[in-house]
């Protein structure tokens, strides 16, 4: 590589534009093989990976093909799972057999394990590259959201009885198929890992040092069976770049590097704002119309069964509507306002199981607590409520208590189930995200309509 | 350090029980110095940092005051910025300078701001390491989201000119204050960033080479005045480690590392949560009783208020409702309908606001699209309302017709409504997941009771 001080220095990401696609749909579609090579060089795989979601499947497989391996292989593993599954469809198994031989292991298994099991063992009998085969082969048997499922089987290890000399030598050995380095592992003779030792280190370690001298016994690591959410929060709290994985008796079988962690923290976000909105699958918004409709309506349809008991329960106090009509006037009060309490509620407990550091609670300290801060916003609630809805309907004082009364106790409860919903779905494994979704909220409704029905009942 | 393959090798993370807590402060007020610190060498910082969450103020001092600088220094990094704050106000500035020294300087600047600018001043002041005080003056002047304010000054760069031995010369002088390195940052004479040499290479070059050899000009970097999610969104997109920071005219300032970052793509994810569900300050379960009940008041409060204008929008109609006090019984329907659908619509934009790969779809196709969708939804929840309208009062057909019809229109206007208003938060810069939140969800109910009840006027 010369030097190229006169060349000018990209410093803004590459952004996609209508003109430019157009030129390399042009380009593909007229076979205009070295203009493509040429423009492809230029970018980031992940920015050719941008452009392959936007053309058609021939042409997205016809660009990838002209590219070298190692370069279609990041592409391709760039891609989301779901895009990626449609996109390899226009591939023959030899030609996928190809990517997967370059890549590094836990992205193989990735893209194995999103084929049909036939084309998948027809892709791993075509790989030139014994090791990955064997590499895959150990990898499939984990579960995908466990360390096991997210580790690669590329890293560096040395030996604790080694010289930096022979260290050195072993990097240049192993060097070659790993990538982001910048630790070596310390194991035993039995692959038991004690440590590890970082390229700084070997690098300023004077010549005739040992890996003994220099290693760094303190190291943080996962065992195979540990789950994605665990791995997570690990690296997070600790601070890691990469995190070796062992088995049971701890010996060194691979590594989860930090980027894979970032997007499963990303996706597992996600998940829980799908979850709290009621979308069913993971959508995006270009999305054909009728994937976007379908994700919809589970939640849309079943919050509107929730609403038909609602209407049933008020449909029992006709006679009284018909008397005092008013009452109609705060039914919409009552339930934003019991959703609202359970939303809050149940988020506050949400991010507290997800926040694993301190001490746990026990259940009953952690009711007295949401009862205490429920009691506090009940009452101010309650008192809001009677002068609001004095305001909207000043005639009627006796209507207000009852209003009062009823803001006060939906608060309470919506409080209490907010803070139960989510710990009980936790204790199923269960995405506690789910208690501020829809269906909850809608049951909190019915809750709150029933308790207000019975207040007035009751009073008026 | 030793071979220590006698000792236990500790593989789970350190879990903290009221029982160790208890035994740690015991020793702290019976001033048991030695076994603290014995204590807390078995533990990593995180863990100590744990510890501090559960202890009072004056006994988090104390043990933080026994340990060595650097530990400390990091144990105080680790905690969340408003319990530093808290927790910093039982320290001298003298005794803040110490941890401040040794800090990386985009640490050390979070703690500097954290403080009236009096004390900071003073703490700046103290300090013994003048290139430290240098580099956090400078850094001090950015924007706190921004790439410059996110960016640490610690880095490793060398001369485009130099040979390798000299490089690893200068790296053995710049690498005791920089962790974490897997490369060395490749500068001219005018510290303009040329491109980087990782670690890994370095090992393996020949003896003569240079460092204009083997460098990778494929490097991307950062502008200081980046926005901080530009900056998660670029390292997430090219799977960086650490990206380099530079000014406009491409002069190497700093650079921000992936932990640093994950911890921003955290923090944003629960901004966007706490929108979502109406918790107006950053609050978790273990505060105080008083701060939780404030954090929830003032949607709490707004969505009642919301609500009262429902109320008073259904008092309008008081003598249809006597008249027709089966009216008063899908009120809930309506309202709910419509929120669900508003918060799917706007969680769908937001997540597509935030996603910034692939082309920008223009406003107009946007809306057509969620029109389109909006359309099939309408449809088939408006035939489902006639017919659970129908099961609930199977008197009045008319009544069901009604419904549904308003049921349709609710679903068209809620989607409009719920992919508009995040679209236009974001032009003002505003978070645009407040949009799914309780304010707008208000809103959204009351244009459905408005729609309902102007139907029912109509038809009825």
Redesign the interface.
């Given at each position: 590589?010369?030097?190229?001080?006169q060349?000018p220095?990209e410093?803004t990401?590459f952004e996609?534009?209508?003109e430019y696609?157009e030129k390399i749909q042009t380009a593909i579609n007229q076979q205009e093989n070295d203009l493509i090579i040429a423009e492809m060089e230029e970018l980031?795989p992940?920015d050719i990976t941008?452009i392959l979601?936007?053309l058609e499947g021939e042409e997205a497989h016809y660009l990838v093909r002209l590219l070298d391996k190692k370069l279609g292989a990041e592409i391709i593993t760039n891609l989301d799972a779901d895009d990626r599954k449609k996109f390899l469809k226009n591939f023959t198994a030899m030609e996928i057999a190809e990517y997967v031989d370059v890549l590094d292991s836990d992205d193989a298994v990735d893209i194995l394990n999103e084929q049909p099991k036939d084309i998948s063992e027809d892709i791993i009998g075509l790989l030139k590259d014994r090791e990955q085969a064997r590499f895959v082969n150990d990898l499939m048997h984990y579960d995908e959201d466990s360390a096991g499922g997210l580790m690669q089987k590329e890293l560096i290890k040395i030996n604790?009885k080694q010289s930096i000399t022979e260290c050195?030598e072993e990097?240049?050995r192993q060097?070659e198929d790993v990538e982001?380095?910048?630790s070596v592992y310390v194991v035993?003779d039995e692959s038991?890992?004690?440590?590890r030792v970082?390229?700084?280190k070997?690098?300023?370690a004077k010549r005739g040092a040992r890996v003994?001298?220099?290693?760094?016994?303190?190291i943080?690591?996962v065992?195979t069976t540990a789950k994605g959410e665990e791995v997570a929060d690990?690296?997070?709290?600790?601070?890691l770049?990469a995190v070796p994985v062992?088995n049971i008796q701890?010996r060194l079988l691979g590594r989860i590097t930090?980027?894979d962690?970032?997007?499963f923290?990303?996706e597992s976000?996600?998940e829980?704002?799908?979850a709290?909105?009621?979308?069913s699958e993971d959508?995006?918004?270009?999305d054909s119309?009728?994937r976007?409709?379908r994700s919809?309506?589970p939640?849309?349809?079943g919050?509107?069964?929730?609403?038909?008991f609602?209407?049933?329960l008020?449909?029992n106090f006709?006679d009284l509507?018909?008397k005092i009509?008013?009452?109609?006037?705060?039914?919409?009060?009552i339930?934003?306002?019991g959703?609202?309490?359970g939303?809050?509620s149940s988020?506050?407990?949400v991010?507290?199981l997800a926040?694993k550091?301190?001490?746990d609670?026990s259940l009953s300290e952690?009711l007295l607590?949401v009862l205490?801060?429920a009691f506090?916003?009940a009452i101010?609630?309650g008192i809001?409520?009677f002068f609001?809805?004095l305001?909207?309907?000043s005639a009627n004082v006796q209507l207000s208590i009852t209003v009062s009364l009823s803001?006060f106790s939906v608060?309470l409860l919506a409080s209490f189930m907010g803070t139960l919903t989510p710990l009980v779905l936790n204790k199923f494994d269960i995405n506690p995200a789910i208690a501020?979704g829809?269906f909850i909220?809608?049951t909190n409704?019915l809750l709150g309509?029933g308790v207000y029905l019975l207040i007035v009942y009751l009073l008026m």
């Open positions: 590589m010369e030097p190229t001080n060349q220095f410093l990401p996609l534009t209508k696609l980031y992940a941008n979601y936007e604790i050195i990097i240049r060097a982001n380095v910048s035993d038991i890992l004690l440590g970082s390229l700084k070997i690098i300023l003994a001298d220099i290693y760094d016994e303190n943080v690591s065992k690990v690296m997070q709290k600790y601070d770049e062992v701890g930090i980027d962690v970032v997007d923290i990303t976000a996600q829980d704002v799908q709290m909105t009621g979308i959508v995006e918004e270009d119309v009728w976007l409709v919809r309506l939640w849309l349809l919050g509107m069964v929730g609403s038909f609602a209407a049933r008020i449909h006709e509507l018909s009509p008013a009452v109609a006037f705060f039914i919409p009060l339930g934003s306002t959703g609202n309490v939303v809050q988020s506050i407990i991010q507290s926040d550091s301190g001490i609670i952690r607590k205490k801060v506090f916003n101010i609630a809001f409520a609001g809805s305001i909207v309907d803001i608060v501020s829809p909220t809608t409704d309509y």
